[in-house]
């Protein structure tokens, strides 16, 4: 379904969020004769976010979508509900993204999608692709949703893609890029291998000419039905202790990467590998590289003295956090993670500790969880403390650490059981960082 066939359509919208408030200012803009007449909401119903709309809990959804056309949910609102199942036997229900896609075509779009890395690697492609002088639109879940590029010619447009958007797509991006994929998002899913498989039918849409894929996972290796353009590998864009090379060849020094950690040099492969595939050339990539800054919450400095305080709040599994820690290898780290519980499965993050000789300091909810693993695989009582919440992680943390050591944030969890969401648990670490400089 287009946006445009929305015209003189009934339609009915489910949560409130960034991209679907989006979607209703496109409506006013552009469908005279299109109207939300109905809005759904999981909390109490909000009269004043779509004005002239009826607002109603979800409960009582039977009653609110009588007479609608069409429903748009939010991306939070998971199609694996089974009070969702049954509204969607019934009605057609798509999301701003989707209609924008389909309105759209895949043509001059590069889709970003994975469990981590996906927001630092659409925003290198972005930011390459201007340096090679290219119009560049950032969108999606990182910079303006899709929906407000309506009416707006870009020659590129970088898409990231959540799993929430790649679950029912209808049209996908002519150029795809996969950058791993792990165990996540399991209470909007219902399980991993639902989740995996949500992503990864983003290969298999209408629109989709080229998918590239990390070449070191083997979820992605193994996609099936189109050929696939690997990066992550020696014979083509690849990462290593010496930075970024392509067939071999050293062509952005680790020294020169705005961004710390291999993992950091691997998303710069792949944003790399992406645009070629896209037949953007980018001269000189680590002169393009001038200006780049990495995205807020992700290994982000926030405070510095007698010890390093990094923000890494968007770390919200167990494989971010061992990244994490490998980024700062050479020097004494103590790391304070947890979060909600969405069963990660802590194992190789306690082992990651061990081999690193790093301090834990666990914070709720999983705290308990991480910190029996961490005994499990062999970190000693000592360097083991659980707190009840983050500002006494932080005050212990300054305490217990060694003079010159990095203090992590790395939750290794999402951050929804005491927080808004990643960000507000990390501003919240960087002020009281910057208090215990």
């Known amino acids: 379904m287009k946006f445009s066939e929305l015209e003189g359509r009934s339609i009915a919208v489910w949560g409130a969020g960034r991209e679907t408030r989006a979607f209703a200012r496109a409506v006013e803009r552009y469908l005279p004769a299109g109207k939300i007449t109905a809005a759904l909401f999981d909390g109490p119903p909000d009269s004043d976010a779509f004005p002239g709309a009826r607002a109603l809990a979800a409960a009582d959804a039977s009653a609110a979508l009588a007479g609608c056309d069409v429903l748009v949910r939010s991306p939070g609102v998971s199609i694996r509900r089974g009070d969702f199942a049954r509204i969607a036997g019934h009605l057609p229900v798509t999301t701003a993204t989707s209609l924008w896609l389909a309105e759209h075509g895949g043509a001059g779009v590069l889709g970003v999608t994975g469990t981590k890395g996906k927001s630092t690697t659409a925003a290198l492609a972005a930011h390459l692709a201007r340096a090679a002088g290219i119009d560049v639109r950032l969108a999606g879940n990182i910079g303006s949703p899709a929906i407000e590029l309506l009416g707006e010619s870009a020659e590129l447009v970088v898409l990231e893609l959540s799993s929430y958007q790649t679950a029912d797509l209808a049209v996908g991006p002519e150029t795809v890029l996969f950058t791993n994929l792990y165990r996540e998002h399991l209470d909007w899913h219902g399980s991993e291998a639902v989740y995996h498989a949500d992503k990864l039918r983003l290969a298999t849409l209408p629109g989709v000419e080229r998918v590239v894929v990390n070449g070191r996972d083997t979820r992605l290796t193994a996609i099936a039905g189109r050929p696939l353009i690997a990066y992550g590998v020696a014979a083509g864009w690849d990462a290593g202790p010496t930075g970024v090379t392509h067939g071999g060849e050293l062509v952005v020094s680790l020294d020169a990467l705005p961004l710390r950690g291999e993992h950091n040099a691997l998303n710069l492969a792949g944003a790399l590998c992406a645009l070629e595939q896209a037949g953007i050339d980018v001269p ?147 002020r009281l960082a910057r208090e215990a400089a």
């Open 284 to 430: 000189g990539p680590e002169a393009a590289l001038a200006g780049f800054s990495g995205l807020d919450h992700r290994l982000q400095v926030v405070a510095e003295g007698r010890l390093t305080w990094v923000d890494d709040s968007i770390s919200t599994t167990p494989e971010s956090a061992v990244a994490a820690l490998a980024a700062f290898a050479a020097r004494d780290v103590v790391l304070i993670a947890g979060g909600q519980d969405r069963s990660q499965e802590y194992l190789p993050l306690a082992q990651a500790l061990r081999e690193a000789r790093a301090r834990l300091i666990t914070v709720p909810t999983t705290g308990p969880a991480l910190a029996r693993a961490a005994r499990e695989a062999g970190v000693a009582d000592a360097l083991i403390d659980e707190c009840p919440d983050l500002a006494a992680a932080v005050a212990l943390a300054r305490s217990r650490a060694r003079d010159g050591a990095v203090v992590l944030l790395s939750p290794a969890a999402p951050s929804f059981d005491r927080f808004r969401d990643y960000a507000e648990r990390g501003e919240l670490f960087a």
